[in-house]
């Protein structure tokens, strides 16, 4: 019920314009987003990379609500690639979400700036990550990627949800193409004829799509770039141990190398397992959001865990 009514405040517009003014809401969401501004971001992926932790940037926005915003984002996305493109060291790159630069206003406005994207990112020699939203946009954005994978671009991959009862499906489909792909639980309120209700049932499903993607890493001997920049197939997006050893577990059973695959992780949580997993030679990305519209990934990190609501709660009380 919490995490339902969480979820609903992050899509608010009331809601935001509230607590986007409370000084101590950006205290707690500082702890989750690595800063408004570009440079931040920089520094983050500079900190992280000195830890051995590669990285990719998310310039947050989503649903823009007029052209010349997903415009200004797309042109704010392709400074972002510059930036990335002007320090050859970083081991970054980027994570992008399509109704932010125009998918649910006209999607042929989105393929048009998603193209630009991909080309930018061509140039500065990075990869860029389409992340998955809600099931409204799931076959659009299945199909956009698909789009661009036809026109020749092949610095892009996908993310899939495993709460989604038509995971495994997207799943074995996008692996056919070899497409890189972050497997995540899910973090959006689905109908019950879409989505697992049940956290063992998912839990269960992520499980077998660590399977799978792992298996076709095998077969296809992925592995990641030197430059840390373009990922191997399979990117293991998640906090939970029981998760994180299981795929640990199968990669060893089954000899896929350690830099076959990778664990992904959000800013500001669990840098103690980031850092456990590097000492024990694992790849570790960690996913570094900027920005100035933080306020729906911040509502989303809030419904995800109890402990971080007890976070911003505490905050609130600091003043």
């Not at 979400?97 to 700036?113: A, Y």
């Not at 990117?235 to 830099?259: C, M, W």
Request: with cysteine.
């Amino acid at each position: 019920m919490l995490r339902s009514f969480l979820i609903y405040l992050s899509k608010a517009a009331w809601a935001q314009k509230l607590i986007t003014n409370w000084g101590f809401a950006w205290r707690t969401a500082s702890r989750f987003i690595a800063g408004t501004k570009l440079e931040e971001a920089l520094q983050v992926v500079r900190d992280l990379n000195a830890r051995g932790i590669n990285a990719t940037l998310d310039q947050l926005g989503e649903h823009t609500n007029a052209p010349e915003e997903a415009q200004r984002a797309t042109d704010d996305i392709l400074t972002t690639l510059n930036a990335i493109g002007a320090e050859p060291s970083a081991r970054a790159n980027m994570s992008i979400k399509l109704t932010q630069i125009g998918l649910s206003l006209d999607e042929s406005l989105c393929v048009l700036n998603l193209e630009r994207i991909l080309a930018r990112a061509r140039q500065n020699n990075t990869f860029v990550r389409v992340d998955i939203e809600d099931t409204p946009y799931t076959d659009k954005t299945i199909n956009m990627y698909y789009m661009m994978v036809e026109k020749g671009y092949k610095n892009v991959g996908m993310a899939v949800q495993a709460y989604l009862f038509r995971a495994e499906a997207d799943a074995r489909r996008l692996l056919q193409d070899k497409t890189p792909i972050r497997l995540v639980k899910g973090a959006y309120k689905e109908p019950p004829d879409k989505a697992f209700p049940k956290k063992a049932d998912v839990d269960a499903n992520y499980d077998l799509l660590t399977k799978i993607m792992i298996d076709a890493s095998l077969a296809n001997q992925s592995a990641i770039s030197k430059d840390g920049r373009f990922p191997p197939i399979p990117a293991i997006a998640s906090h939970d141990e029981k998760r994180i050893t299981f795929a640990r577990q199968y990669a060893e059973k089954v000899g896929l190398p350690k830099n076959g695959f990778e664990f992904q992780m959000l800013y500001g949580i669990r840098r103690d397992l980031q850092e456990q997993l590097v000492k024990d030679g694992y790849l570790v990305r960690v996913y570094v959001p900027f920005g100035t519209h933080w306020y729906p990934y911040f509502m989303r990190r809030l419904a995800e865990r109890p402990a971080n609501i007890w976070f911003f709660i505490s905050n609130f009380f600091k003043g």
